[in-house]
């Protein structure tokens, strides 16, 4: 069976240190990969995805994330959070048996940005 | 652009009627459009998949005759939540799909329906 593991459900940091919220996967077939935003009572956003190509993968409000093929891992990463990075964050999984049609999320991470 | 919106945004209902949720694509067409259900501090569950002018597929565990999806043009999906139970009570999002190429494998969430029934 596919899945997504999201390891910590809760992440706190202080403004302007850097975060890694952490992401693996289990899939026998090909997966495109998606880290979602969602502030609260909100739908969501997508910060980046990967489909191909380059591992590493830029995203919006200065977000990037790595492809680790061998460690199933794609994990999210910020050198300097803001507040307003403050939200849950969920990885997803798109699976090439379902034509990449189906997302499948882990659990979220909330992260939590003080002063 | 790739905006989704829903309709409403809140909704209170009494035990034993029925609510429609409806989900729009402002600005392109969805071929595609996905309803998800999600409990307070968890993650989202794809309840189903519909197609435009074709019965939705319902994940497994999902009453499609509780949870009726219509998805009568590209650019309207929606739910109905028939004979609603406390139970019921949700976070409801739709997402739409409908790019091309690459923009064909992502999906754009609407805001979302809290449904309390009472």
């Known amino acids: 069976a596919q899945s997504v593991t999201q390891l910590d459900s809760q992440v706190p940091v202080f403004e302007e240190a850097p975060v890694e919220l952490r992401c693996n996967y289990s899939?026998?077939?090909?997966?495109?990969l998606f880290w979602y935003v969602q502030y609260p009572n909100q739908g969501l956003q997508l910060l980046l995805k990967?489909?191909?190509?380059?591992?590493l993968v830029k995203g919006i409000n200065g977000f990037e994330a790595e492809f680790n093929k061998s460690q199933t891992s794609f994990h999210l990463r910020k050198p300097s959070v803001h507040i307003s990075d403050t939200a849950e964050y969920f990885c997803?999984?798109?699976?090439?048996?379902?034509?990449?049609?189906?997302?499948?999320f882990g659990t979220g991470t909330r992260l939590l940005v003080s002063p | 652009g790739a905006v989704v919106s829903q309709h409403p945004s809140r909704v209170i209902c009494k035990s034993g009627t029925s609510v429609k949720i409806e989900c729009r694509s402002l600005?392109?067409?969805?071929?595609?459009m996905f309803w998800y259900r999600q409990f307070p501090k968890q993650s989202l569950m794809l309840m189903a998949t519909?197609?435009?002018?074709?019965?939705?597929?319902?994940e497994q565990g999902v009453e499609k005759d509780k949870f009726l999806i219509n998805h009568a043009s590209l650019t309207l999906s929606t739910l109905t939540v028939t004979s609603a139970h406390p139970e019921d009570s949700s976070f409801y999002i739709c997402?739409?799909?409908?790019?091309?190429?690459?923009?064909?494998?992502?999906?754009?969430f609407g805001p979302g329906t809290r449904l309390t029934v009472t």
């Open positions: 997402s739409a799909r409908g790019g091309q190429g690459d923009l064909s494998y992502e999906q754009y």
């Open positions: 899939s026998s077939v090909s997966v495109y």
């Open positions: 990967y489909l191909s190509g380059s591992t």
């Open positions: 997803a999984v798109s699976l090439m048996n379902t034509g990449f049609q189906k997302l499948v």
């Open positions: 600005d392109f067409q969805a071929t595609t």
């Open positions: 519909s197609n435009e002018g074709s019965k939705a597929t319902y």
